[in-house]
């Protein structure tokens, strides 16, 4: 049994901003499922509920030398559905509102990753593999490989999203690093230092979150700057699958959802009725009805949405939008409410109840992603039954097979090109399957069978740790 450690900046249920709380949240569980042992560190903050603290107990706290200073450190745990977590505190660096956007992000990161090595020192943990995520621990990676907290530990680094690199100027290395000069190579990058290029430089192993994704980021347009570091590395690079925790995302037992089910199409539109009602929205049931659940940024495809809408809501559709975001789109699709006012709903906030009524209610769900390294919302609307209709590029593609009338085969529609009207024409298309009863019905099984659990993705990690480590130090 391999012991793993996980180095991530969030974590459900304690503190979550996007995918990546997810995944920290629900890979552990499964790891342990196939007989690894996982533990993960997190920071400890502020915005960590009374109700979580209440449950840590106190285990050690230590200084941390950081850069020219020392810095505190105070190590809580708890155990969560069989998985022990570790929270460094701070108050410093972590006790803030939010988590994110401050403009010592990058001070406050490299001292997590210094504090994480100075927990390994204290031996709580015997560790075999050190799992990093995103850039927020990526300094993980390199100080584990340039310090050697733990004799023969290995090191793997996930890539989330690898437009998020951790940048920082050249000159604070002395300030921030206990490291001698010659290691500034493997960070620097253009001129900056690159915590998320450091860790691609370090790790044993490099992985992403779909197969897809691992294959983009090779190339300029995908890689932020970063294509020729991950060709340098192309075999220790993987992707593997993110999954989905059909315990979090299950309409039968959903308590957001009005009316619970499996896949009875009547219990769909009984939701739908009771979403009419909630948002003063009259659902005209012999229309399909479309959503988009989204962080309102260009990342997701909105500049394409804003050529074609107007036209395809000449159509007999209904539509409701579900998120916030860039002001651009969030002006817009307020004003297509008012134009439409039938047809169209812009709810300008993020509500998750609210969410999971939109997935249990819709017949179709929009994501026409310029690029998404795997997404989480495409997967949540196949748990809920509810077509999802993508862009083919990363875990999208790899997830929802366009439909096929001559086949049979297919969950979902997708369009290759970063195209509006290849967009529009996939709606349509969508649309006549829709009032093919025979088509439609054939969709809607394949849609049922699609599972993307993380057991999948766990085995997976598992293969990927077991190279790594063949015969366990530990266990």
Not at 123 to 144: N, P, Y
Not at 352 to 363: C, I, M, P, V
């Amino acid at each position: 049994m391999e012991n793993i450690l996980f180095v991530a900046s969030e974590s459900t249920p304690f503190i979550k901003t996007g995918g990546l709380g997810d995944v920290i949240g629900s890979l552990p569980q499964a790891l342990k499922q196939e007989q690894m042992e996982v533990r993960v560190i997190l920071p400890m903050y502020d915005e960590i509920s009374a109700e979580w603290k209440e449950k840590m107990e106190y285990v050690t706290s230590f200084d941390v030398p950081f850069g020219w200073r020392n810095q505190d450190a105070e190590v809580y745990t708890l155990k969560h559905n069989q998985v022990i977590y570790y929270f460094v505190a701070n108050d410093y660096y972590f006790t803030r509102k939010g988590i994110y956007g401050y403009y010592d992000d990058g001070e406050r990161f490299v001292y997590f990753s210094h504090a994480v090595m100075e927990f390994l020192n204290q031996g709580l943990f015997k560790t075999d593999i050190l799992h990093a995520h995103d850039w927020q621990a990526a300094i993980a990676v390199v100080l584990a490989n340039i310090l050697k907290p733990i004799n023969d530990m290995k090191t793997v680094f996930t890539i989330h999203n690898i437009k998020y690199q951790g940048m920082m100027p050249v000159d604070i290395f002395e300030d921030f690093f206990n490291l001698d000069r010659e290691h500034i190579g493997g960070l620097e990058w253009n001129g900056m230092l690159n915590c998320l290029k450091g860790a691609l430089f370090h790790a044993d192993k490099i992985t992403t979150v779909s197969p897809t994704y691992a294959e983009e980021i090779k190339y300029p347009f995908y890689s932020e700057g970063l294509h020729q570091v991950l060709l340098d590395r192309e075999r220790d690079l993987a992707g593997i699958l993110n999954g989905i925790d059909p315990k979090d995302y299950n309409p039968m037992t959903d308590p957001h959802v009005s009316f619970n089910y499996r896949s009875a199409r009547s219990k769909k539109v009984e939701n739908r009725l009771a979403l009419g009602e909630e948002l003063n929205m009259e659902m005209d049931l012999g229309m399909p009805l479309y959503v988009i659940i989204s962080r309102l940024v260009e990342q997701k495809g909105f500049h394409l949405v804003q050529h074609i809408l107007d036209e395809f809501l000449q159509e007999d559709v209904q539509f409701i939008v579900l998120g916030t975001g860039d002001h651009e789109f969030e002006h817009y699709f307020s004003e297509v409410a008012n134009r439409y006012p039938e047809k169209f709903k812009s709810l300008i906030t993020f509500d998750e109840g609210l969410a999971r009524r939109l997935y249990a209610s819709a017949d179709f769900f929009l994501m026409p992603s310029q690029f998404e390294p795997c997404g989480l919302a495409q997967l949540i609307a196949l748990q809920y039954k509810t077509v999802p209709i993508v862009r083919e590029t990363g875990g999208l593609k790899d997830t929802v097979t366009s439909y096929n009338e001559i086949t049979g085969e297919g969950n979902g529609f997708s369009f290759t090109n970063y195209n509006a009207h290849d967009l529009l024409h996939v709606l349509k298309y969508s649309l006549e399957i829709y009032h093919d009863h025979e088509q439609y019905q054939q969709l809607i099984r394949n849609v049922n069978r699609s599972q993307f659990t993380w057991k999948n993705s766990a085995e997976k990690y598992v293969e990927l740790y077991e190279k790594l480590v063949p015969t366990p130090i530990y266990g």
